[in-house]
């Protein structure tokens, strides 16, 4: 497979940056760590180009120019609110015959304690392996076509085929598969409610099969152990084989009606009407509201056009977990006491914040910038900070804020979630 067809972002059919040549541990260093002890202090520099900022020594201008506000904060940054970042293009991938992996958990994150994110791709009628796991897993389809399974534990099984923007959702220790069809297999994002959960650390049918006494299999199977004699012998993970039949084939084969799951895993998210347009752009949230299945992971797509933001808001529930699909944003994080940190995001990237802690995402590029927000909740959660002001008795905001009468009408009243540029 080329680097150009692994480089695809999915949605919204935008090319990623190209990967530039920078190790996990200085990327990490420099960006997540933000050196605690000089960001404990206030950040008093006068302006940007003040010559205390300066530096005569050497950079990595690649690493720099994406991340301009991590390089020259804001003066309005401020103390430490941990790692908010990190680049799933600057970790380790899992390349086998059929497609590949790569993750960003709390090893790499280690201030997401809640959620952890798996990027895969598997090839025209390659497999992810029949397994199950000790996490939630939730997906969205980045690119192409594939076909999912999951049994619950009556016996009744659930088969379906996705493509771009679709979602699905497989409850913990629920044994599933994944498929990937034509023309050119897919590419999907998982997200998992633990945070130091790992791809590699899955219940595989093959190793299963690999460390059980053959004579243990034959009793359990019925079958002599000569049928048993090509069983796989070490984990098989991601494989290549044959293209499956039809999809109604598929439920035939397996028993039809009879044995139909009664809850849906999949959810055409591709193809619903926004929860909220603005003409700064638009949210699209599907919880286990609209997505009964998907009982412990809420999630937002957010689309932003140039110039505009993700309005000031926190989140009561739950921390946030993002994925950037599209474009370039930049976004601040404050927590107490007085604390701030604003950093860049850019196509691949992944951004935290903590429970309850306030922040905005800006729209940095020309194009729309593109985003998840996903939560280890049952319920999407957000306050704005707009719609409190506008909520509350003039006086009080005007004493502690200083705003005229006129001022705080301006104020939108209603939460906009996507506010457009000026």
């Not at 190209?18 to 202090?41: E, K």
């Not at 304690?113 to 997906?139: C, P, Q, Y």
């Not at 306030?358 to 957000?382: C, P, Q, R, S, W």
């Not at 502690?400 to 009468?405: E, F, K, Q, Y």
């Amino acid at each position: 497979m080329s680097d150009e067809k692994r480089d695809k972002v999915g949605l919204g059919g935008l090319s990623r940056r190209n990967m530039f040549g920078i190790s996990s541990t200085l990327a990490t260093a420099a960006l997540a760590g933000v050196a605690a002890s000089a960001q404990q202090r206030p950040n008093t520099r006068k302006a940007e180009g003040d010559r205390s900022a300066s530096n005569p020594g050497p950079e990595n201008k690649a690493l720099l120019n994406e991340n301009p506000n991590s390089n020259m904060p804001p003066s309005t940054d401020h103390g430490d609110v941990g790692a908010i970042w990190f680049s799933f293009d600057l970790t380790h991938k899992r390349i086998q015959e059929g497609g590949w992996t790569h993750q960003v958990t709390q090893r790499e994150l280690p201030s997401s304690k809640d959620i952890a994110g798996v990027n895969m791709r598997i090839t025209a009628g390659s497999f992810r392996e029949l397994h199950w796991h000790t996490a939630d897993e939730w997906s969205i389809m980045l690119d192409g076509n594939a076909r999912v399974t999951v049994l619950n534990p009556d016996g009744t099984i659930f088969i379906d085929d996705v493509g771009k923007g679709d979602l699905w959702y497989f409850p913990a220790g629920f044994p599933h598969s994944i498929q990937g069809l034509g023309p050119d297999g897919c590419e999907f994002l998982l997200v998992f409610n633990e945070g130091l959960f790992s791809e590699d650390n899955t219940f595989l049918l093959s190793e299963w099969m690999a460390h059980t006494p053959g004579s243990v299999l034959s009793k359990n199977f019925g079958l002599d152990k000569t049928a048993l004699a090509k069983l796989p012998t070490d984990s098989m993970y991601i494989f290549p084989a044959d293209l499956p039949k039809s999809l109604e084939q598929d439920k035939k084969a397996v028993g039809g009606q009879s044995v139909r799951s009664p809850i849906q895993y999949t959810f055409k998210m591709s193809s619903m009407a926004p929860t909220k347009r603005t003409a700064g752009g638009d949210v699209r949230i599907v919880d286990s509201h609209n997505f009964p299945a998907s009982q412990n992971i809420a999630a937002a797509m957010v689309t932003v056009k140039p110039g505009g933001m993700r309005e000031m808001h926190w989140h009561p529930n739950a921390s946030e977990w993002q994925y950037y699909m599209a474009g370039k944003g930049r976004m601040t994080v404050f927590m107490p006491v007085g604390s701030a940190r604003t950093q860049d995001f850019n196509a691949n990237d992944v951004g935290f914040v903590p429970a309850v802690s306030g922040h905005y995402i800006e729209n940095t590029g020309n194009t729309d910038l593109v985003f998840l927000e996903m939560f280890k909740a049952h319920e999407f959660m957000d306050v704005s900070l707009n719609n409190w002001i506008r909520h509350l008795p003039p006086e009080m905001v005007t004493s502690h804020l200083g705003l005229d009468a006129t001022a705080i009408k301006s104020i939108p009243a209603e939460k906009m979630l996507v506010i457009a540029g000026s």
